[in-house]
């Protein structure tokens, strides 16, 4: 079981991002915590400098899991499937600069809320073709660059499609690409999945990324999502990539972070 924890350089309490501040530091206290990863949450990918990172991570014996794009939608308000044709092009853009320091990171990029949303009067086929358009020129560049896709199902409150694994998986097969991978949320998965477990067993060979939160999106152990049957599954369908923790920072990032090493921990033993 390989641990990673979400951390962002500024975030607001309803964020699900645990660690805050300067990733220098956030990335020597994953460390010390114990984690073997940090899931980066990064709003404008080109300026970051993978050289530092990688210093920072090696000095901490620490790796980058994954790279979150959510912040681009969130607050620069780029979508893959805009109408608009220059958002458009300004979100594969920046998608091809996150693929880029995932290379140099060695990570996963995940393609959550980047896809945008289908508005309210828009043709859902009309909106999916549009996508479909962006994301063949995101994965020219990410298979180029050996760079795996994480795309993460994400509950029906939050998005207004591909909300569900099946859904995903269906998707993701049309493209025939070895850089698409499915990205499973457990908070998300609580809501949408009839039985959790059985959908884990249908991304064999196809997951690239999972996040980790309880139902009520804290801290792992808060909550009542069984972790012992997803962890079996996982097992099951030889998941070997990273567990990583995307919960909101509460009571503090500090306890969530303790809280979430100490339920790894925990499972280990028993
Ligand atoms: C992002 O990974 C996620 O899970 C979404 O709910 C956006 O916050
Ligand atoms: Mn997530």
Do not use: W
């Not at 050996?146 to 694994?165: C, G, P, Q, W």
């Not at 698409?180 to 039985?195: G, R, S």
């Amino acid at each position: 079981m390989k641990t990673s924890i979400s951390i962002i350089d500024e975030g607001t309490d309803k964020m699900p991002f645990v660690l805050r501040g300067e990733y220098e530091n956030s990335i020597k206290k994953a460390a010390d915590l114990g984690f073997d990863a940090v899931e980066m949450h990064i709003r404008k990918p080109g300026i970051i400098d993978p050289f530092k990172i990688n210093d920072y991570c090696r000095k901490s014996k620490i790796r980058v899991s994954s790279i979150g794009t959510g912040l681009s939608y969130g607050l620069d308000g780029l979508s893959l499937m805009s109408s608009d044709y220059g958002n458009r092009l300004k979100a594969v853009e920046r998608m091809k600069e996150y693929i880029t320091l995932a290379k140099e990171l060695d990570a996963v990029v995940i393609v959550g809320l980047i896809k945008g949303l289908i508005p309210e009067k828009e043709r859902y086929d009309k909106c999916i073709e549009l996508l479909k358009q962006s994301l063949y020129k995101c994965i020219d560049e990410a298979e180029k660059r050996d760079v795996i896709l994480a795309f993460e199902a994400i509950n029906r409150y939050e998005s207004n499609f591909l909300t569900k694994i099946d859904e995903m998986i269906h998707f993701l097969k049309g493209f025939k690409s070895r850089a698409l991978n499915v990205h499973i949320d457990t908070y998300h998965m609580n809501i949408e999945e009839a039985d959790m477990c059985e959908s884990i067993m249908k991304c064999k060979d196809m997951l690239g990324h999972v996040h980790i939160a309880d139902n009520d999106r804290m801290y792992p152990g808060h909550g009542h999502i069984s972790f012992d049957k997803l962890f079996e599954s996982l097992d099951l369908i030889g998941y070997k990539g990273y567990l990583a923790v995307e919960c909101l920072a509460l009571p503090s990032p500090e306890i969530c972070a303790e809280h979430s090493i100490q339920f790894f921990k925990n499972y280990k033993k028993s």
